[in-house]
């Protein structure tokens, strides 16, 4: 797996500030990440994911229609979501719109499809958060019928039956290529290769080498289930500076922002400096000089044997040109320095 490994970038449209230190407007940031995966695309990394979200801090709610803006103006960049809260959507829909992005993009849309670790979108469209897991459940069989773009027939207990019924557009070349992504829940990783698709690990803190038997776990159940192992990614966060230093002191006030307003919600306590550097150095934060990150993305490529690593880029306020920065060191520096270290 890791002989190839591609890279990409995720971003949740984070909304960010302007040189004056004003929060921008919704619409300013989703252009800006345009322009983000515009240099992705011209230093030649291999996917940028956009997650989906419905609340003030996050500016996509609608990956596919800013991944269609991008499309338009990339040439070989794969564009998917990171993730598409499935729970809470159609599954037809979901097929539609990705398809729509595929032969837009001659062949380069792919979907990430998850639970979703944010519940916004539950009340918004009128779920009951009590299925949580049921709502994915079945929705994720039916998607996983779509993929083979023939007659579907299909019943569930939450939606109306499918008889014979063809879904459109189809995916012009090939079959529509689709992740599971998972936080930590070892059923969906049984899930994935049940329905032979690759997994996506969200490995958002602690020691990246934890989410091993994850690994292991997804090959042996694609072994009973008598398929081929999937690819496996991993998402975590980071950014690129010139030195350490720099890069520490750049992250540090966003990044806690995010983490302190989200932790807020969900009953943690404000993010300590220690802890911070504990996730750089040991943790799963990739921040620090191209060298640094370099050495610690081959390191995790290597303990899991991942296909491809996605870097999310964006971190609360930080504003669009440092993100502009990182990118444009990502792609020149890390990339080149990884692919070095793997051989």
Do not use: C
Not at 262 to 280: C, L, N, Q, T
């Amino acid at each position: 797996m890791t002989a190839s490994l591609q890279f990409g970038l995720d971003t949740f449209g984070d909304v960010t500030r302007d040189a004056a230190g004003a929060m921008l407007p919704h619409a300013q940031v989703i252009r800006n990440v345009v322009d983000e995966a515009v240099l992705a695309d011209e230093l030649g990394l291999d996917f940028i994911g956009l997650g989906e979200h419905h609340r003030a801090d996050f500016a996509i709610s609608s990956p596919e229609t800013v991944l269609a803006a991008i499309a338009s103006r990339t040439k070989r960049i794969q564009l998917g979501s990171a993730v598409t809260v499935l729970s809470s959507d159609d599954p037809i829909r979901v097929f539609q719109r990705f398809a729509t992005l595929d032969a837009l993009s001659n062949g380069r849309a792919e979907v990430i499809l998850g639970r979703g670790s944010f519940t916004e979108s539950f009340p918004l469209f009128g779920f009951d958060l009590r299925k949580y897991e049921e709502l994915f459940e079945e929705k994720l069989d039916l998607f996983a019928a779509l993929l083979a773009q023939k007659p579907v027939s299909w019943e569930g207990k939450l939606r109306p039956p499918l008889r014979d019924q063809l879904v459109y557009p189809p995916v012009e070349n090939g079959r529509l290529k689709t992740w599971i992504g998972v936080g930590g829940s070892p059923q969906s990783v049984v899930r994935a290769a049940h329905y032979d698709l690759p997994l996506m690990l969200a490995i958002i803190g602690g020691d990246p080498a934890r989410f091993a038997p994850f690994v292991d776990l997804h090959h042996r159940a694609a072994k009973e289930f008598g398929r081929p192992a999937q690819p496996i990614g991993v998402h975590s966060p980071g950014y690129v500076a010139e030195t350490d230093e720099e890069a520490r002191e750049e992250l540090w006030p966003d990044y806690k922002a995010m983490r302190d307003r989200i932790g807020k919600e969900r009953g943690w306590p404000p993010m300590g400096r220690d802890e911070f550097a504990s996730e750089v150095e040991q943790g799963s934060l990739y921040a620090g000089s191209p060298e640094t990150v370099a050495r610690k993305i081959a390191r995790t490529a290597k303990t899991l044997g991942v296909a491809r690593f996605q870097l999310k880029y964006s971190a609360g306020p930080l504003p669009h040109e440092k993100l502009m920065k990182s990118i444009e060191l990502y792609g020149s520096k890390v990339v080149p320095m990884v692919r070095e270290m793997m051989g």
